[in-house]
């Protein structure tokens, strides 16, 4: 479920939540499941037995092999924030609760680059009071190098460009393929992201449509394909300064299958909550809070694949 429609529909959650969207287009694509308490015991995926022989004979037993249930405890962390503005707004002739409602807004753009940067880069073991991101949670199994130097994906339609550009939507499209089910998303850096639509859209595996909200779609074969934003300071996320192999110019494509509950997913106590806590001091208060984690609850549902390079 997405976390709109878990979060209230009041209008100090509805303004913030709006906020968000602008510089958190993840929480577009994330799926929520909600739960209370301060952590849930997520019962994580698991297969059935290895079967080396599926036939037997007449009046013969099945060997049965019974499940071995793995549960992981996930702390949910507070993202939090405030909206405030001056009483005597209203005494100059202005309508305070229009500026408070615009300053909710705004606060919540700001709060939504770091909310954004956190989805990809957060480390619990460096700030206790952040969640784990999505670069955290990978398991080291499902983090590959496209190639052992990086792989170029260069434009110009020359034979070792066009080869080059062959290559890197087939290394893509295996990509997409390693995750059981398929991957429901890919998120990279904006400017790999420019280059692999071009080259798609001219080997023709794009495709391009619209959500429910009228938002544009970009699609490489069946699978979303997303920049990964901006961090706080406005930097790039996924850039292109990883090192793989010998090559120090590289970026990361993350890959997962967002699932309610399942797969990837987030967890969330109510969504995003916003109140209006009424005067403090001298000032009017809008407060908002979101509960939530990030859950790997299927360890197969998110690959982390480094080495993309723009040039050489």
Same mark, same amino acid.
């Given at each position: /479920?997405?976390?709109?429609?878990?979060?209230?529909?009041?209008?100090?959650?509805?303004?913030?939540?709006?906020?968000? #969207?602008?510089?958190?287009?993840?929480?577009?694509?994330?799926?929520?499941?909600?739960?209370?308490?301060?952590?849930?015991?997520?019962?994580?995926?698991?297969?059935?037995?290895?079967?080396?022989?599926?036939?037997?004979?007449? *009046?013969?037993?099945?060997?049965?092999?019974?499940?071995?249930?793995?549960?992981?405890?996930?702390?949910?962390?507070?993202?939090?924030?405030?909206?405030?503005?001056?009483?005597?707004?209203?005494?100059?002739?202005?309508?305070?609760?229009?500026?408070?409602?615009?300053?909710?807004?705004?606060?919540?753009?700001?709060?939504?680059?770091?909310?954004?940067? /956190?989805?990809?880069?957060?480390?619990?073991?460096?700030?206790?009071?952040?969640?784990?991101? /999505?670069?955290?949670?990978?398991?080291?199994?499902?983090?590959?190098?496209?190639?052992?130097?990086?792989?170029?994906?260069?434009?110009? *339609?020359?034979?070792?460009?066009?080869?080059?550009?062959?290559?890197?939507?087939?290394?893509?499209?295996?990509?997409?393929?390693?995750?059981?089910?398929?991957?429901? #998303?890919?998120?990279?850096?904006?400017?790999?992201?420019?280059?692999? @639509?071009?080259?798609?859209?001219?080997?023709?595996?794009?495709?391009?449509?619209?959500?429910?909200?009228? *938002?544009?779609?970009?699609?490489?074969?069946?699978?979303?394909?997303?920049?990964?934003?901006?961090?706080?300071?406005?930097?790039?996320?996924?850039?292109?300064?990883?090192?793989?192999?010998?090559?120090?110019?590289?970026?990361?494509?993350?890959?997962?299958?967002?699932?309610?509950?399942?797969?990837?997913?987030? @967890?969330?106590?109510?969504?995003?909550?916003?109140? #209006?806590?009424?005067?403090?001091?001298?000032?009017?208060?809008? *407060?908002?809070?979101?509960? /939530?984690?990030?859950?790997?609850?299927?360890?197969?549902?998110?690959?982390?694949?480094?080495?993309?390079?723009?040039?050489?």
């Amino acid at each position: /479920m997405k976390l709109a429609k878990i979060s209230p529909s009041d209008p100090v959650s509805k303004i913030a939540l709006e906020g968000l #969207h602008i510089s958190a287009p993840i929480l577009l694509d994330a799926e929520f499941y909600e739960k209370g308490g301060a952590a849930d015991s997520v019962k994580k995926a698991r297969k059935g037995a290895a079967k080396a022989k599926i036939t037997r004979s007449i *009046n013969e037993d099945n060997i049965i092999t019974g499940p071995s249930p793995v549960y992981e405890a996930i702390a949910k962390k507070v993202v939090s924030f405030d909206a405030k503005v001056d009483v005597v707004l209203e005494d100059r002739g202005e309508d305070p609760f229009t500026e408070l409602a615009l300053q909710t807004k705004l606060e919540a753009i700001q709060a939504g680059f770091k909310l954004q940067g /956190m989805f990809f880069e957060a480390d619990s073991a460096t700030d206790g009071e952040d969640f784990d991101g /999505m670069k955290v949670i990978t398991p080291v199994a499902q983090r590959v190098n496209v190639a052992t130097n990086g792989l170029i994906v260069p434009v110009g *339609n020359s034979d070792a460009n066009s080869a080059l550009q062959q290559t890197a939507i087939e290394e893509l499209q295996k990509l997409m393929d390693m995750i059981p089910g398929g991957a429901s #998303h890919l998120y990279m850096n904006q400017f790999l992201k420019a280059r692999l @639509l071009t080259v798609a859209k001219a080997l023709g595996y794009y495709d391009k449509s619209k959500d429910e909200l009228g *938002n544009s779609i970009d699609r490489i074969g069946d699978v979303i394909v997303r920049g990964a934003g901006y961090a706080a300071d406005k930097s790039r996320l996924l850039p292109q300064t990883e090192t793989t192999g010998t090559s120090n110019n590289c970026s990361s494509i993350i890959a997962v299958r967002w699932g309610e509950g399942i797969d990837l997913t987030g @967890l969330t106590s109510k969504g995003l909550v916003g109140r #209006h806590t009424g005067q403090s001091g001298n000032f009017l208060v809008n *407060n908002v809070n979101l509960d /939530m984690a990030l859950v790997l609850q299927n360890a197969e549902s998110i690959i982390k694949s480094a080495g993309w390079r723009l040039n050489a």
